[in-house]
């Protein structure tokens, strides 16, 4: 970034942070992805909030934007085991920010199975959590009940372009890697699993390549949505997948199990856009497949009669190169500072919110007048 950008984006964030200024400041623990502009809204958080750590998601890390927060403030590693388990969770929480009034800003809805835990014993306070992801967005409001309230912001129409752009980039850094090996997308049918917001960009980039694109959704709502726009959906999930020389997936939740692979055509290959633990049973592969490095992030499973490739080992492709949205991400973060204004108002109760219209309009607003030049 360069020295006149990083500046514009610090005015922006100080900007929003005069607009939504919480009443009162909380302490906060942020889990991120840290990605080489990022600095500047871990910045904005601190401002808006006493950031008692950063948590940086372990597969989306830049070194330099490591080496700059952690002058000013802690940054921990981070396991879906910190905080699914209870006395870890509090345990943790404690150590940095015990009798505290504390927001948790999440992505992937890390903090859900400890939530109770917290509320119940720790010292301080749990004010409320900022969920940033779909996949996060779920497993609060799968929970049977919230201790907390929890304002989501994946839903959010601030979030669109993100989602658009992220679906544009899981399919270059695909073909990226597709090409690493001497293959293009030309030629291979793909399967897109999940027409959410990322599966339906993706589709609708690989079909304006020229890419023959079928769906599988199990929501028939999704489904009729994919058929308006022109694609094939799968009524046999198990022909899809033979189908395919590329499936990409894109449910936030398991996508294929372990007897979904040996439906894999030969020579198919894989991609994710979240991580493997969510996307992928590689657990449960048959312990007869064999592993083999082809390549930078390219793995080749293999048996007798069968292979398929991985890419980026199950993992969000897209962060090999970046996972770059452009300055459309600095909507969502606008909107998760909006976000602990709200938490700290003291008027919500426990369960699923949103940041209002209003707001909104005021983000985009001052986005546009950064940004739209």
Not at 144 to 151: A, E, F, G, T
Not at 208 to 226: E, F, L
Not at 250 to 266: P, Q, W, Y
């Amino acid at each position: 970034m360069e020295q006149f950008e990083r500046a514009r984006l610090d005015a922006y964030f100080a900007r929003i942070g005069d607009d939504f200024a919480p009443t009162e400041r909380p302490s906060s623990f942020l889990i991120t992805h840290l990605l080489p502009e990022r600095p500047s809204f871990v910045q904005a958080v601190g401002k808006s909030s006493a950031l008692r750590a950063v948590l940086p998601k372990p597969k989306s890390i830049a070194p330099a934007a490591l080496r700059e927060v952690e002058k000013t403030t802690p940054c921990d590693s981070l396991t879906r085991d910190l905080f699914e388990d209870a006395d870890a969770a509090v345990e943790y929480i404690e150590s940095r920010a015990a009798g505290e009034d504390v927001v948790l800003l999440d992505v992937g809805g890390y903090f859900a199975p400890s939530l109770d835990a917290l509320g119940d014993r720790f010292s301080g306070r749990i004010v409320g959590i900022v969920e940033d992801t779909e996949n996060g967005h779920r497993r609060y409001t799968g929970r049977d009940k919230l201790p907390c309230p929890v304002i989501s912001v994946a839903r959010s129409p601030l979030k669109d372009p993100e989602d658009f752009l992220v679906g544009q980039s899981v399919v270059f850094s695909a073909e990226a890697l597709m090409r690493g090996r001497g293959d293009i997308l030309h030629g291979r049918p793909a399967l897109v699993i999940g027409f959410g917001k990322l599966g339906s960009s993706i589709a609708r980039l690989l079909h304006a390549k020229g890419v023959p694109v079928t769906v599988h959704d199990v929501d028939p709502v999704r489904q009729t949505h994919a058929l308006s726009q022109g694609f094939t959906v799968a009524r046999d999930r198990d022909a899809a997948l033979h189908g395919a020389g590329l499936v990409l997936c894109a449910t936030g939740a398991v996508s294929l199990r372990g007897e979904d692979f040996s439906s894999l055509r030969n020579g198919a290959y894989v991609a994710t856009v979240t991580s493997s633990e969510d996307e992928l049973d590689l657990a449960a592969l048959p312990r007869v497949y064999q592993r083999a490095p082809q390549g930078d992030h390219v793995t080749r499973y293999s048996t007798t009669g069968h292979y398929f490739y991985l890419l980026n080992g199950g993992n969000a492709v897209n962060f090999l190169h970046g996972a770059s949205v452009g300055p459309f991400i600095f909507l969502v973060q606008a909107e998760i500072l909006a976000g602990i204004r709200m938490l700290t108002g003291g008027d919500l109760g426990p369960g699923m919110h949103e940041v209002g219209s209003d707001d909104r309009a005021t983000i985009a607003a001052t986005w546009l007048s950064y940004f739209n030049r």
